[in-house]
């Protein structure tokens, strides 16, 4: 019984964990029900004058924000901030060769 009690407590310590890192239920359903205005609109809009409204509000679902796409890149491809490092040496290191070309001629 204390093993099970164990695990139930653990599951919970698991759920509460996962709770603290979801945002507030009120908030996503207000970016979901400002979605659903901007599809209607999008609609009307197409079915009347031939063309959409532009995409939706960065951080809504299914829109994430670009601090989000930056984050994403950093652990799929990597680390983000170091290959922004060895585009900025490269970028000095062509700008020292262009200025050694100028001194040349």
Do not use: C
């Not at 945002?23 to 996503?28: D, Q």
């Not at 207000?30 to 409204?53: C, I, N, Q, Y």
């Not at 989000?68 to 062509?94: C, F, H, K, P, W």
Request: hydrophobic residues 30%; charged residues 25%; proline residues 5%.
């Amino acid at each position: 019984m204390s093993e099970e009690k164990s695990t139930w407590q653990q599951m919970l310590a698991k759920r509460a964990e996962w709770a603290e890192q979801q945002p507030s239920l009120g908030a996503e359903i207000r970016a979901m029900a400002r979605e659903a205005v901007k599809d209607v609109r999008s609609t009307v809009m197409e079915t009347f004058l031939g063309s959409p409204e532009h995409g939706g509000e960065p951080g809504t679902p299914l829109n994430p924000t670009m601090q989000q796409v930056t984050q994403d890149l950093g652990n799929i491809y990597g680390s983000y901030q170091a290959m922004i490092d060895s585009y900025a040496t490269q970028g000095r290191e062509g700008k020292q060769q262009d200025r050694d070309n100028h001194m040349e001629r």
